[in-house]
């Protein structure tokens, strides 16, 4: 995911003199991660900030891929063999995914893990695979090859070869799961960000929400505003990771259909209730035609989408739903 937005705490009138703004960094699941809240005092943000990382570190290790004693690693390396272990937060996950590649007509599938490796060594040496190596590709990619039982605590791949790569959407439940850490100990009002997934609680004391600034890439300006709380907020596009291959502008964002990266140049924003279909979406989003994107967002009525396509060097933002629900609060800049 790419870190489009940018979080910005704005107070709309006096804080409390009780509570006072911390933030903390650190190194969690491949990216910086960012928790800003209000407590009351040093010790309480620092425990609260602490069970936070762990929390997110505990998701990080069910779900790499870059880890061999993963759970996603076992459940790979055991792909057509049988059931692995796969804990609450992993099947909650792959529970989601199977329900967004459905919706997504298999625009998004966490069976991509050898389609996005090979994706990844052609970005590095700037060739596309061979054809037939594309059609082995996509023979690995099918959501429908995935197997759960919850009641059980496993999961399986069907067949040989097949391989798991959340990184789709496992950001977007980790930082949700740091949040309700902090909510644990606690501290409402706060927000996790992983780059281009943030889970927001309460707001700061004396504001609306938590500014959310939306924004194509960044070398673009903003397009507006997003006030948010109690919701999960995530971005995808390729502003900052894109390889260009015979003269041809790729995304590192794969597409399950064609194992190759995305072509069009767009940065969708999703506001969702459930973190890790938030940013599911905004992966399946930015891989979909305008028209098959409107029907996936149709099987989830509470979710906000705010498209930016990018089109020589214009910026045409586009909006879709709530169908029921609240609506965040959208505030387009000028112009847009």
Same mark, same amino acid.
């Given at each position: 995911?790419?870190?489009?937005?940018?979080?910005? /705490?704005?107070?709309?009138?006096?804080?409390?003199?009780?509570?006072?703004?911390?933030?903390?960094?650190?190194?969690?699941?491949?990216?910086?991660?960012?928790?800003?809240?209000? =407590?009351?005092?040093?010790?309480?943000?620092?425990?609260?900030?602490?069970?936070?990382?762990?929390?997110? /570190?505990?998701?990080?290790?069910? $779900?790499?891929?870059?880890? *061999?004693?993963?759970?996603? +690693?076992?459940?790979?390396?055991?792909?057509?063999?049988?059931?692995?272990?796969?804990?609450?937060?992993?099947?909650?996950?792959?529970?989601?995914?199977?329900?967004?590649?459905?919706?997504?007509?298999?625009?998004?599938?966490?069976?991509?893990?050898?389609?996005?490796?090979?994706?990844?060594?052609?970005?590095?040496?700037?060739?596309?695979? =061979?054809?037939?190596?594309?059609?082995?590709?996509? +023979?690995?990619?099918?959501?429908?090859?995935?197997?759960?039982?919850?009641?059980?605590?496993?999961?399986?791949?069907?067949?040989?070869?097949?391989?798991?790569?959340?990184?789709?959407?496992?950001?977007?439940?980790? /930082?949700?799961?740091?949040?309700?850490? $902090?909510?644990?100990?606690?501290?409402?009002?706060?927000?996790?960000?992983?780059?281009?997934?943030?889970?927001?609680?309460? %707001?700061?004391?004396?504001?609306?929400?938590?500014?959310?600034?939306?924004?194509?890439?960044?070398?673009?300006?903003?397009?507006?505003?997003?006030?948010?709380?109690?919701?999960?907020?995530?971005?995808?596009?390729?502003?900052?990771?894109?390889?260009?291959?015979?003269?041809?502008?790729?995304?590192?964002?794969?597409?399950?259909?064609? *194992?190759?990266?995305?072509?069009?140049?767009?940065?969708?924003?999703?506001?969702?209730?459930?973190?890790?279909?938030?940013?599911?979406?905004?992966?399946?989003?930015?891989?979909?035609?305008?028209?098959?994107?409107?029907?996936?967002?149709?099987?989830?009525?509470?979710?906000?989408?705010?498209?930016?396509?990018?089109?020589?060097?214009?910026?045409?933002?586009?909006?879709?739903? %709530?169908?029921?629900?609240?609506?965040?609060?959208?505030?387009?800049?000028?112009?847009?």
């Amino acid at each position: 995911m790419c870190p489009l937005i940018s979080i910005m /705490a704005v107070l709309l009138g006096a804080c409390s003199p009780r509570l006072e703004r911390h933030e903390y960094r650190r190194l969690v699941m491949g990216v910086e991660a960012r928790v800003t809240l209000f =407590a009351s005092d040093a010790a309480v943000a620092e425990r609260a900030a602490r069970a936070a990382f762990s929390r997110m /570190a505990e998701v990080e290790q069910a $779900m790499s891929d870059y880890r *061999a004693s993963s759970e996603v +690693s076992r459940i790979s390396d055991a792909a057509g063999t049988g059931w692995s272990a796969a804990g609450a937060d992993l099947c909650s996950v792959l529970t989601t995914a199977a329900r967004v590649s459905e919706a997504s007509g298999g625009a998004f599938d966490v069976t991509i893990g050898p389609a996005a490796t090979a994706w990844r060594t052609s970005c590095r040496s700037g060739t596309l695979p =061979a054809p037939e190596e594309l059609a082995r590709l996509r +023979s690995l990619v099918d959501w429908r090859g995935v197997e759960i039982d919850r009641d059980r605590a496993l999961a399986k791949l069907t067949r040989p070869g097949m391989r798991l790569d959340l990184g789709g959407i496992a950001k977007g439940y980790g /930082a949700a799961a740091g949040l309700r850490a $902090m909510q644990a100990h606690g501290v409402g009002r706060a927000m996790v960000a992983l780059a281009g997934d943030i889970a927001l609680g309460e %707001p700061p004391p004396g504001a609306a929400g938590w500014r959310v600034q939306v924004s194509p890439g960044p070398d673009l300006p903003p397009t507006g505003v997003l006030v948010l709380k109690r919701v999960n907020v995530s971005t995808s596009g390729d502003a900052q990771q894109f390889v260009d291959i015979g003269g041809v502008r790729y995304s590192h964002i794969v597409d399950p259909r064609t *194992a190759l990266g995305v072509t069009r140049r767009v940065a969708v924003t999703v506001v969702e209730e459930d973190p890790a279909a938030c940013d599911a979406l905004a992966t399946a989003a930015c891989v979909m035609e305008p028209a098959a994107t409107a029907a996936m967002f149709e099987r989830f009525p509470r979710a906000v989408a705010i498209f930016q396509q990018i089109e020589g060097g214009t910026v045409i933002v586009t909006r879709l739903g %709530p169908q029921a629900g609240p609506s965040p609060a959208w505030h387009p800049l000028p112009g847009r």
